[in-house]
């Protein structure tokens, strides 16, 4: 967004001038933008009084009589608290962020805007029941009960000279949808594979993208029984490298603007069952892994009204809880990596008809008109197939016509009525009956209640396909490949009370070649689920304080197996020979302050690039090493099963090299990478925190220079893209993290007040406020705050009574 140095700089000089030269008085007068959180505040909307507690640690608990109370008064606090959060998000939903940031985001809302997230969203609002419409309503007058206190606004409406219109029920729903986008999406390895397929050729591009490990873990290995076969594969009609690279830039842009999408995005969480705690009742754990950001994307509260008495993870702009537990019941999420996304070549001529099956269709027209701060409207004709939109029209004079299939922009969705009824539900049936209305983003659900159960679901809307996997794009003018249904919701993997009594998940693969349908091509690698696996087995009589522990785990498993390897070469130098020796003392452990792990981070990198760079060139530095799991399970082919045959570099003539040498030389440019980014030529001195710091970048002021100090935080930090406690390595920022554990729980169902929770910054998105970054020093140790449940509950007491 360089648009935004131009439009804000002069106001961020202003705002700063305010700041510092002004002092207190200039301070304070910014300060009225933080929320009164103590007293009595009359609104309109509800049938009677609403507290908002805010205990020590600033969690809110809200408390009405009735459930669509309870949801006004989390509206009201979101808005308190996170209204500029709020009203990003929704403007990314609708694709109207160019009317505050000009022309630097118009690609992005031309793209949004085809896509047609907000129509999806309407015409899901419409089919949905009265009962979670009226919460709808209710959450967003709650929000715009907070406007119209007439509030000063955070700073960020001060400095782009915004004003927050009223909130809107299908808001909630336009942010639902662009949580799928964040977490439902594979369209991009699609095009990458295309992109992979014309430079190496099929075989190849299938050893660079590898499903995953034949002996890697899966979340059922048991199976789940089903009644039909799976969809023969095919090959698809390919797409032009100039499609495919067009639309990997196009995906770039998008996560750039918005921060969704994040190819670094997982999650961790399992459920163990009495048989293997100390107080013979479940422990439930949960870290979904998203992108950074602050404020966090998640908000803590309580949540009591009706038949709901629910406490956890909420996501500002909807009014349940995501995450946590309730009177009976707790659950946590990953996502499960389904294909749900196809690409479809279509035929379309000069009159805007579609060939289909050897007859023409018309293409439905949709004007959208995109007003940009600034600049002229932007008057934009979407054009939709039977396949969706024609998502190639953001970019002219493509070779090839895109459309965009997605579960997601079906006319149905009732997921948000599926996480109201999981607040609601009291045991592991009213829990898989509230799963029956979920459709996406698929996520491995895990399960626990206070009678002793556990259990697991992946529920979500998965395609069908009459034939080929979903890998690349497939030719959209016959009916050949067509979506024929969804799979069956009882037939998707699910499992009750396991005989091993626990069950874990790291968007590891989810089944095996038994499970007659087809989830998805592409799961993480195995090195979360493996350790998870192994600390869980190793344990006796497991506690709280061990689940912390195992969040906190920072020992890598991929560098256990890639050690031997990496160890066995002949060190150029005295330099070299000095971090081999780190590297043969060195257990694996990313810890902060380790100098082996940042011995191993430099190696690693240089020997993707060793490997794999020189058949790939420009392919490898623009998007292959960007794969994390691609690129981690290839190298781990190469160096360990025997297709040494990728460490010949295919630049020298006449020579054949083999891995010990290409490794030799991968180890110096390494340590020479490293020791530029450490500022310190020693191995035995650095510290693999000096360089691996996590980044939560705020949207959109850590584009702009003069602002990025006051609004974006950084920590020192441990752990790497493939521990427990995951912290992944950008390698284009050399060694940031802009991905983590954006939240975790720790449930236990003997008593649910010792249960514990955590986010990664604060539970204010003010910047004026000292709950703005106040979690992130305990966020980074691993540390966490009560769950306080029941009893009475101490803090700032706020009352919102009905206005007479």
């Excluded at 002004?22 to 009359?42: K, N, V």
């Excluded at 015409?123 to 007058?141: C, G, M, P, R």
């Excluded at 497939?474 to 009750?496: K, R």
Aim: proline share 6%; net charge negative.
């Amino acid at each position: 967004m360089r648009l935004l140095m131009r439009i804000a700089g002069w106001i961020a000089a202003l705002v700063l001038l305010v700041l510092v030269v002004g002092g207190g008085g200039g301070y304070l007068w910014l300060r009225r933008s933080l929320p009164q959180t103590s007293g009595e505040i009359q609104v309109r909307g509800i049938s009677g009084p609403v507290t908002i507690v805010r205990d020590r640690d600033g969690v809110a608990h809200i408390t009405g009589a009735t459930e669509t109370d309870a949801a006004f008064g989390l509206g009201f606090a979101h808005a308190q608290e996170r209204l500029w959060q709020m009203e990003v998000q929704r403007r990314i939903g609708h694709a109207r962020l160019s009317e505050v940031f000009g022309e630097a985001t118009v690609r992005t809302d031309k793209f949004l805007r085809t896509l047609g997230v907000a129509r999806a969203a309407r015409s899901a609002l419409a089919k949905l029941d009265s009962e979670t419409v009226a919460i709808l309503e209710a959450y967003a007058a709650g929000v715009n009960a907070f406007l119209a206190t007439n509030p000063a606004l955070p700073p960020e409406f001060l400095i782009l000279g915004v004003q927050p219109e009223p909130w809107q029920p299908l808001d909630s729903l336009v942010w639902a949808k662009m949580m799928s986008w964040d977490l439902g999406g594979n369209w991009s390895d699609e095009v990458a594979r295309a992109l992979l397929i014309a430079k190496v050729g099929p075989e190849d591009a299938d050893f660079l993208m590898p499903t995953y490990t034949v002996d890697g873990p899966l979340i059922l290995p048991e199976g789940v029984p089903t009644t039909v076969s799976a969809p023969a594969g095919s090959t698809a009609a390919p797409i032009q490298p100039a499609t495919a690279q067009a639309m990997l830039d196009l995906w770039e842009t998008i996560h750039q603007t918005t921060g969704l999408g994040d190819l670094l995005a997982g999650s961790n969480n399992w459920v163990i069952g009495g048989s293997r705690t100390a107080s013979g009742k479940p422990l439930l754990v949960n870290d979904p892994h998203l992108a950074n950001r602050i404020p966090s994307i998640w908000y803590l509260a309580h949540l009591q009204g009706g038949r709901i008495n629910a406490i956890g993870a909420t996501l500002p702009g909807l009014p349940a809880i995501v995450i946590g537990h309730n009177e009976r019941i707790a659950w946590g999420v990953t996502n499960t990596a389904p294909d749900v996304q196809d690409l479809y070549i279509e035929r379309i001529d000069a009159q805007n008809y579609v060939e289909y099956n050897g007859r023409r269709e018309p293409v439905t027209l949709i004007n959208e008109v995109i007003q940009v701060k600034g600049a002229e409207p932007i008057t934009l004709t979407v054009r939709v197939t039977r396949h969706g939109p024609i998502i190639s029209d953001v970019q002219s004079d493509l070779p090839d016509t895109i459309a965009f299939r997605w579960t997601a922009l079906d006319d149905e969705d009732s997921t948000i009525r599926a996480f109201l009824n999981i607040n609601r539900a009291r045991n592991w049936e009213e829990f898989v009956a509230a799963l029956r209305d979920y459709k996406t983003p698929m996520q491995n659900f895990v399960y626990a209640d206070v009678d002793g159960n556990i259990g697991y679901y992946a529920p979500g809307a998965v395609p069908i396909r009459r034939n080929g996997d979903g890998r690349t794009p497939v030719p959209g003018w016959t009916d050949e490949y067509e979506w024929i249904g969804y799979i069956p919701f009882e037939e998707l993997p699910h499992i009750y009370n396991p005989p091993k009594d626990y069950v874990a998940t790291a968007n590891n693969r989810v089944v095996g070649d038994d499970y007659p349908y087809l989830l998805g091509t592409s799961w993480a690698a195995p090195f979360r689920v493996q350790r998870i696996i192994e600390l869980i087995e190793q344990g006796n009589k497991l506690t709280v304080d061990d689940m912390r522990a195992m969040l906190g785990d920072v020992v890598s498993i991929q560098a256990r197996e890639l050690l031997p390897v990496f160890r066995n070469i002949t060190p150029a130098g005295p330099r070299d020979a000095a971090a081999l020796e780190l590297l043969r003392s060195w257990d694996g452990a990313m810890r902060a302050d380790s100098a082996a792990a940042a011995v191993y981070q430099g190696y690693y990198f240089a020997a993707l690039e060793a490997v794999f760079a020189d058949e790939l060139r420009e392919f490898f530095t623009n998007t292959y090493r960007n794969r994390r799991d691609f690129a981690a399970l290839a190298l781990r082919a190469v160096l360990l099963d025997g297709h040494s045959e990728w460490c010949d570099d295919v630049n020298t003539i006449g020579v054949s090299e083999d891995c010990p040498t290409i490794l030799a030389k991968a180890l110096t440019n390494g340590l020479d990478a490293m020791a530029e980014a450490q500022g310190e030529s020693d191995p035995t001195r650095w510290r693999w925190d000096r360089v691996h710091q996590a980044v939560f970048p705020h949207n959109p002021f850590s584009q702009v220079g003069a602002l990025r100090s006051l609004f974006e935080r950084r920590i020192p930090n441990g752990g790497d893209t493939f521990t427990v406690n995951v912290a992944p390595v950008r390698i284009t920022e050399p060694y940031l993290q802009y991905n983590a554990p954006s939240y975790r729980q720790i449930i236990d169902l003997s008593d649910l007040n010792n249960s514990r929770f955590m986010h990664t910054t604060g539970q204010s998105g003010n910047v004026l406020s000292n709950r703005y970054s106040d979690f992130l020093a305990m966020w980074q140790r691993v540390e966490d705050i009560p769950m306080r449940f029941s009893g009475a509950i101490e803090g700032d007491q706020l009352v919102l009574r009905p206005a007479s």
